[in-house]
């Protein structure tokens, strides 16, 4: 069974950098697509934007101004960043990866980020 | 960016009943269409792909239909392990969400 994990601050000052860092065990880097979620607390689900094989990235249009996606397959890693975060960026993030289906197969746990002075 | 709507927001059903969720999208996404199961405190869960194909794993009462701009997700027999959040996604183009469905206890 792939796994994912979450790994990054879980606290980051207003106006700062938030970065998140997946990694995705058993070599199943070479998905389909690695992606990234957040969900504010009691809220629903939104895309922040995904890396195809490949190398493609899309972003959510209205974040794609602030949020770069990066893959190492050397490491089995995806990472993330979002910079000049408000509260608003305050959300539990989760990382997932699509293989065959091309829906979103695995997900890790989920880590919450705050965001806070 | 393509919206999907979700109804009923919440549901209150008992261990037993059939039930059934909606989701609608703006505009024809074909089949590109998943529904995830989300749990209080943890990651979603996908149960079904491309509008009616159920995930490796998950029980046959779930099952879903449509295409176009209209979908369904269908729990033949609700069990007491399917009381949950339940979320539509689209993955035509940029990958959008329903608000969720909320399926509590009678």
């Known amino acids: 069974q792939v796994q994912l994990q ?3 601050p879980g606290l980051v000052k207003p106006s700062e950098t938030l970065s ?3 990694t995705v065990s058993d070599g199943s880097i070479n998905s389909y697509s690695l992606s990234w979620f957040r969900q504010p607390p009691g809220k ?3 895309c922040i934007g995904y890396i195809y094989y490949g190398g493609t990235t899309t972003y959510n249009p209205s974040l794609k101004s602030r949020v770069t996606i990066l893959l190492d397959t050397s490491k089995s890693q995806f990472s993330l960043k979002l ?3 408000t509260a608003a960026d305050t959300a539990v993030y989760y990382c997932a990866r699509s293989g065959l289906t091309m829906a979103q197969e695995n997900w890790g746990q989920g880590t919450l980020v705050t965001v806070s002075s | 960016d393509i919206q999907m709507t979700q109804s009923p927001s ?3 059903a008992s261990v037993g009943d059939r039930v059934t969720i909606t989701c609608r999208a703006t505009q024809s996404i074909n089949s590109w269409l998943a529904w995830y199961q989300q749990k209080p405190g943890k990651a979603p869960k996908l149960l079904i792909y491309k509008a009616s ?3 490796s794993g998950v029980p046959s009462r779930f099952s879903g239909s449509g295409s176009g ?3 369904t997700l269908t729990i033949s027999s609700l069990q007491p392990d399917d009381f949950a959040t339940y979320y539509c996604q689209q993955y035509n183009s940029f990958w959008t969400f329903g608000q969720g ?3 509590e206890i009678k």
């Open chain 2, 69 to 71: 701009t209209e979908f």
């Open chain 1, 83 to 85: 910079r000049s975060v």
């Open chain 2, 10 to 12: 919440t549901l209150s």
């Open chain 2, 53 to 55: 194909s159920l995930e």
């Open chain 1, 20 to 22: 998140l860092t997946c």
């Open chain 1, 44 to 46: 629903g689900l939104e």
């Open chain 2, 101 to 103: 469905t909320k399926v």
């Open chain 1, 6 to 8: 979450e790994s990054g």
